[in-house]
């Protein structure tokens, strides 16, 4: 499965951003993750084929994800960023489960290349 990520920028804390994520294969559950600089790969939310989500609680309430099964893209959308929102954010896909929620690197198979956005103050 090949993941295409898009939508990264700069932008001003406090400001939105909506990213995008197209995949090829059949829908599956998928994930956002982020990596900011130094830090480890971490998970941000996960959303399955039916649209039920789960989020990490540092960005529970400010962002949201959302897919088209008919275009097989999803779509993460971050609201009142904060500075430490800058990262490179990935998208991931889950080869096997459709329901799961998973929150771990390791509950994903395929991965893209990550897409940039820097927050500033």
């Known amino acids: 499965v090949q993941l295409q990520e898009s939508g990264g920028e700069t932008v001003q804390v406090g400001g939105s951003l909506r990213l995008s994520c197209a995949a090829s294969g059949s829908p599956s559950s998928m994930a956002w993750f982020q990596e900011a600089p130094g830090k480890q790969r971490e998970w941000v939310a996960t959303i399955n084929v039916a649209g039920i989500t789960a989020y990490a609680s540092s960005v529970e309430g400010r962002f949201t994800v959302s897919r088209d099964n008919a275009k097989n893209t999803l779509y993460p959308e971050m609201s009142n960023l904060r500075a430490t929102g800058t990262a490179k954010y990935y998208c991931?896909?889950?080869?096997?489960?459709?329901?799961?929620?998973?929150?771990?690197?390791?509950?994903?198979?395929?991965w893209g290349q990550g897409t940039q956005v820097t927050v500033s103050s």
């Open positions: 991931a896909y889950d080869r096997q489960r459709r329901w799961f929620l998973g929150r771990t690197e390791a509950d994903f198979a395929d």
